[in-house]
């Protein structure tokens, strides 16, 4: 098993340009989060899936992002017309769980995005 | 309102001191809790974590926490810390709803090591 991996680690852009990143969650999770984590914070939560459906989404995620999870694979999260403040640490995690059930989160490396 | 607190921005050891770093939640269930590090640039790794049962759970590295219903804390502890300690530790609860975990982190507290 090689964990959960993302793509690319280390993106910079400037702004009003529009990114996207990838996650590979462990094979057979079900279940798939991103994390948005800005210097000196903990993460915070921006969505989940479960397979291909998008179940939450926070208010933290604007009009300008968007995630995907097709066929309950990979992820993508993309961010149209990138701002400053979008500048942070993209954290993917991946779990398996029965329905109505809890699970342990295990997570990517991140991708860092600087946006000039 | 759901949330954790890491009183401790920074903590700084001696190499093969003991090390408890605290955590306190605000969770109005049952709370599924787990402490995760970071070493700078990367993911987070789970150390441990605590669903139900026994509430001294045992954890990788030789990392151990304890379970306090009347504290709402989840401390971490070690008995003695090695220099590749040196890290980031986040304290988070499982916000259980809807029949998944969002985690709710910490801000944090930042480990460092003297030799």
């Known amino acids: 098993d090689t964990g959960v991996s993302q793509d690319p680690r280390h993106k910079i852009t400037k702004r009003g340009q529009n990114v996207t990143f990838r996650c590979d969650p462990i094979?057979?999770?079900?279940?798939l989060y991103w994390y948005r984590q800005t210097l000196g914070q903990g993460p915070e939560f921006l969505t989940y899936?479960?397979?291909?459906?998008?179940?939450?989404k926070s208010r933290l995620l604007s009009d300008r992002f968007s995630a995907e999870r097709p066929k309950g694979s990979f992820s993508t999260l993309e961010i149209q017309r990138t701002e400053q403040g979008d500048s942070a640490m993209y954290l993917c995690?991946?779990?398996?769980?029965?329905?109505?059930?809890?699970?342990?989160?295990?997570f990517g490396p991140g991708t860092r995005l600087t946006v000039l | 309102a759901q949330s954790v607190t890491q009183p401790d921005i920074h903590i700084t050891v001696s190499e093969g001191a003991s090390l408890e770093l605290r955590c306190n939640y605000s969770y109005g269930a049952t709370p599924y809790l787990f402490w995760y590090v970071q070493s700078p640039g990367q993911g987070l790794q789970l150390l441990l974590k605590y669903f139900s049962g026994d509430t001294l759970v045992q954890g990788i590295k030789g990392f151990e926490a304890e379970f306090k219903r009347s504290q709402s804390s989840f401390n971490l502890r070690k008995p003695s810390v090695h220099w590749s300690d040196a890290a980031e530790y986040f304290c988070a609860v499982g916000a259980f709803s809807g029949g998944y975990n969002k985690l709710i982190f910490g801000a944090g507290t930042r480990l460092a090591v003297h030799p």
């Open positions: 899936f479960q397979n291909e459906a998008q179940l939450e």
């Open positions: 094979s057979e999770h079900n279940r």
């Open positions: 995690a991946s779990s398996f769980g029965l329905a109505g059930g809890t699970d342990t989160q295990y």
